[in-house]
């Protein structure tokens, strides 16, 4: 599957050393135009114990976020693909860091840093998660931003 890769010790091995409760049901929202992609942060996610929802584009994840903000039941999270069709990652979230300044966003890419695709990115973004990722690295940067 392009965009990750499986780390060496594989990561059903380290599940036993995390905490199965990890996420303790956590709400992450993943926009990813790739299907084979959002499936794999569901099912990542999921297995440590977060609540996620996918979207396959960037409008979609804006609409998805500001109804569960109206709904009373935000997302702790937002993991960005920064090249999708339409509204790309960058642009998405700049849109939903000005409806919730406190909004916390992780940028998913291939690109590496310097390009002048990254360096459009809001200040407040938590996190770039660099394409190929193994599932640690994923866990950590999604650990990382919600306990910020």
């Known amino acids: 599957m392009r965009g990750a890769k499986n780390s060496s010790a594989g990561s059903k091995d380290r599940a036993a050393g995390r905490d199965g409760a990890q996420g303790k049901g956590r709400r992450i929202l993943v926009a990813d135009d790739e299907q084979g992609m959002r499936e794999l942060y569901r099912q990542a996610l999921e297995a440590f114990g977060y609540q996620v929802s996918l979207a396959a584009e960037g409008a979609e994840a804006l609409e998805a976020h500001e109804r569960a903000r109206e709904e009373g039941r935000p997302f702790g999270l937002v993991v960005l693909d920064m090249t999708m069709p339409g509204m790309d990652g960058a642009a998405c979230a700049r849109a939903i ?52």
Do not use: C, Y
């Open 97 to 148: 860091l000005e409806r919730d300044p406190q909004a916390r966003i992780i940028i998913a890419t291939g690109h590496r840093g310097g390009s002048r695709q990254m360096n459009g990115l809001p200040s407040r973004v938590w996190g770039v998660l660099h394409k190929p990722f193994n599932i640690d690295t994923l866990l950590d940067q999604v650990s990382r931003a919600l306990a910020a």
